[in-house]
Structures are given as C-alpha cells and as structure tokens.
C-alpha cells in the first residue's frame, strides 16, 4: 500500500492525521474539530518556556481503543468525553496532534509527550508532530510505554510515564524510503481487535534495538549476495576471496559514509537516486 503523507500539504492537522491513521487501518473517532492551545490541554502540567511556546496548535484526534479495532457503530468522542473514558479505561490510546512553530529536539518531543500524559489518569497519550525541516514539511510520531508503569493509586508528577518511543522527522514529500517502510509496518494487520495487541505490534516495530537488527541483517545479506556476484580486479593481493572481500567491506564503509553526509544535506540529495545517476 503506497501511503500518502502529502495531505500534511493540503490539508489542516487535523484532518490530515485523521487521513494518515486512516491509512494505517484505524478510524479515529474525535468529533471535536476545533484547534487548543498547549495550556488549554496541559493546564497545571503547562510551563511558560520551550518546548511549550513553539506549540501553535493542539487537535484532538480521537482515542485508539477496542471499540474502533473492532468495528463498533459509534459516532465518537469529544474532548470532555473522551478524557472521562481515558481516566477510567486503561486499555487504549489517546491521540493528540500538535503543530509546532520550530524544529523539535528528541528531549523537547520526550518532554512534551510526558506533559501530555500527564494530563490523563489512566490513559496512555501518543503524539502526531507537525514542524518544518528546513522548510520542508514533517511530522514525528511519539509513543509512551506507560502502560508499564501503571500505578492508579498514584498521581505523583511523572509516576506512570515511562520511555518515550520517537519515530522522527518523516518528511511529508520525498519521504525517505525507510519511513515509509516502517509506516507501513504501523498498518493494522488483519486479526488484530484489541488496542493491546496493536500496542505490542507498533512497540515491536518501533523498536531501535529491532530496526538495528534488521539493518544489519540487510546489510549481511547483501555483503554476501555481492561477494558471489562481484569481483575486484587483481592488485597486490592475490587471494581472489581475500581481495574480494576486503575491497567489498571498504566499498560499503564508503557508502554508508557518503549516505550519512548526504542525510545531514552536505552532498545533492539525487546522488542515490538510480534514475537521475549519470545525467
């Protein structure tokens, strides 16, 4: 399913989010349309500084919870509704999407997501992001794994927020190909009919540790494709496999080397795009 994140260009937050989890398989379900400020959400938990000030507008797009996974008929929820069921239900995800007016450090979007779960007594609350890069438009998705921490006796500040999980700076236009990778690992797989499930799915594919793996296991993968489809022509060592495989390993440091300085916009963007090389 080829996702499309353009609507963050063509629409407002709030509907393009309600677009974009649309696409993931979840019907959000919030019928309160109109956009907050930071300290109408946060309230005690707002604090006159940064990261709160860049904060432009807050939507509430709805809450992830059993009934939508499983297909009930409802009209959904407002504001007040929706925070009267997240402070009696723990099962489930209350979805906020916030446009900032400045590019957004990882510990200034950590903060903002622990404020926001503050605000709900039982509830996790995840994050949609809206900023620009460089005059580019993105979006960051942000998780809290508080569920783990679950203390409803306690109201201490900060009690039952855990590790914040940060899939970051998703361009809108010319997403990188392994955003969108994992998007598309987000959509809802058939079977799944409790937040609970869907919760442990997106924590798994979010997960750093899981993402390295995967890369590495790509990159050996191809490592070993290339030692049997390339070779390197004679120089001072003579061990054909040796060669190979030394002049194989170095190729690849460069390439990842190049891809870093291209990702921190130091080389022209199109230099790993296959269809533009040699023109």
Do not use: C
Not at 168 to 186: K, S
């Amino acid at each position: 399913m080829n996702l499309n994140l353009t609507i963050f260009n063509t629409d407002n937050l709030y509907n393009a989010t309600k677009g974009l989890f649309e696409q993931l398989g979840i019907r959000l379900n919030s019928t309160t349309t109109q956009a907050f400020t930071a300290n109408d959400i946060l309230k005690e938990f707002y604090k006159e500084r940064e990261p709160f000030a860049s904060v432009r507008q807050v939507y509430f797009a709805g809450l992830i919870n059993n009934g939508i996974l499983q297909n009930s008929i409802f009209d959904g929820y407002t504001l007040d509704e929706a925070k009267e069921q997240a402070n009696r239900n723990y099962e489930g995800l209350m979805l906020f999407a916030v446009k900032l007016d400045k590019y957004p450090t990882r510990t200034e979007i950590s903060e903002l997501t622990r404020a926001f779960n503050r605000v709900s007594r039982q509830m996790p609350v995840g994050l949609l992001f809206n900023y620009e890069i460089e005059g580019k438009n993105a979006i960051s998705l942000a998780l809290s794994e508080r569920f783990l921490y679950k203390q409803a006796w306690r109201r201490e500040e900060g009690e039952k927020v855990g590790k914040v999980i940060i899939l970051r700076d998703i361009l809108v236009e010319n997403t990188h190909a392994g955003h969108l990778h994992i998007l598309q690992d987000l959509i809802k797989p058939a079977g799944i009919s409790t937040y609970n499930e869907l919760h442990s799915r997106w924590l798994e594919v979010l997960d750093v540790n899981i993402l390295n793996k995967n890369f590495f296991k790509e990159l050996s993968n191809w490592y070993f494709w290339a030692m049997g489809n390339g070779q390197f022509p004679d120089d001072k060592e003579k061990d054909k496999e040796t060669r190979n495989a030394t002049n194989l390993i170095r190729l690849i440091i460069r390439i990842i080397f190049i891809w870093f300085i291209k990702e921190k916009g130091l080389v022209h963007e199109n230099l790993f795009e296959a269809k533009l090389m040699g023109k």
